[in-house]
């Protein structure tokens, strides 16, 4: 296996084909199903480990300070718990838009213990990764496990799933949503029965689009301008709206007309995260 020093990844996007909300919990958490499928698009992570010990943003956010950042906290989190003396120097290309529901934070904190995991030569299982990236954000441990999946509990409790590939189109109406915002209205359903026997025979929805699309007018607009291609649905909490397509060329003519206030991209589907893609070929 080699040794590196430097490492660059992806931090792909996610997509929730549903989202049910089944409950919430004492602790304030929600208990959900929800089926993510990873896509061969996302933000670009630069590693270079360092001899200091110090974990350095090379790259920044307007109005996010390094100690917010889901990848500052994530190498902390991994540097606390393993006591490392290591360090790290990090930059990143952001592609994925903040508040999209295309889990931009909590991928790129996924990739960031996944590639400080290697780079630092912790040996780590994903087990104790996921562990580490819990505490970060609950979408966080299906990035570290890298595969296609059915999540439960708070997001944790993970079914891996094989699906077709497809190509989707993703669209941003540059609104910016918060996840806590949403998962705190009093509004939202949180009473969806869980689901029983085959998954695939019964009816999906995304519990949080109507309050979305409530507050969000944009949104709403959004997923009427994608219903002329097909089914469309919001993914998360948005406000990433997104319908399927048989074909790339498909996908690509759709986004040529997409409105100019609108962003977007057309990204496959892939069954296992392409970090950990990427990295298995790096490392051997």
Not at 53 to 75: H, M, R, S, W
Not at 112 to 133: D, F, S, V
Not at 151 to 175: C, R, S
Not at 187 to 194: F, V
Request: proline share 5%; with cysteine.
């Amino acid at each position: 296996m080699a040794d590196l020093t430097t490492l660059s990844l992806i931090a792909p996007a996610k997509l929730n084909l549903f989202l049910h909300i089944n409950g919430r919990l004492p602790n304030g958490y929600h208990e959900l199903e929800t089926l993510f499928v990873f896509l061969d698009y996302g933000d670009r992570l630069h590693f270079k480990r360092t001899d200091d010990g110090a974990i350095t943003l090379k790259t920044q956010i307007d109005g996010l300070p390094d100690e917010e950042n889901l990848i500052y906290k994530a190498a902390y989190a991994l540097k606390l718990a393993t006591n490392t003396a290591f360090g790290a120097e990090i930059s990143f290309d952001k592609h994925l838009p903040s508040g999209g529901g295309v889990g931009g934070g909590s991928s790129d904190a996924a990739t960031t213990l996944l590639a400080l995991n290697a780079l630092w030569q912790l040996a780590l299982p994903l087990e104790k990764l996921a562990e580490i990236g819990v505490a970060l954000g609950a979408d966080v441990p299906v990035f570290i496990n890298g595969q296609a999946a059915i999540a439960q509990g708070i997001g944790e409790k993970l079914a891996p799933v094989n699906l077709p590939e497809t190509w989707y189109l993703v669209v941003h109406p540059n609104v910016h949503i918060s996840t806590g915002v949403i998962f705190n209205n009093a509004n939202l359903p949180r009473n969806t029965p869980k689901l029983s026997g085959d998954w695939q025979s019964s009816k999906h929805r995304n519990d949080c689009e109507e309050l979305v699309k409530k507050h969000y007018p944009e949104v709403e607009k959004t997923l009427n301008w994608l219903l002329k291609y097909g089914p469309s649905r919001m993914t998360g909490t948005g406000a990433c709206c997104f319908v399927s397509f048989e074909t790339q060329h498909a996908a690509l003519e759709a986004l040529k007309s997409l409105p100019e206030t609108w962003q977007g991209f057309v990204a496959r589907s892939t069954n296992i995260s392409p970090a950990h893609s990427e990295l298995r070929t790096k490392l051997n």
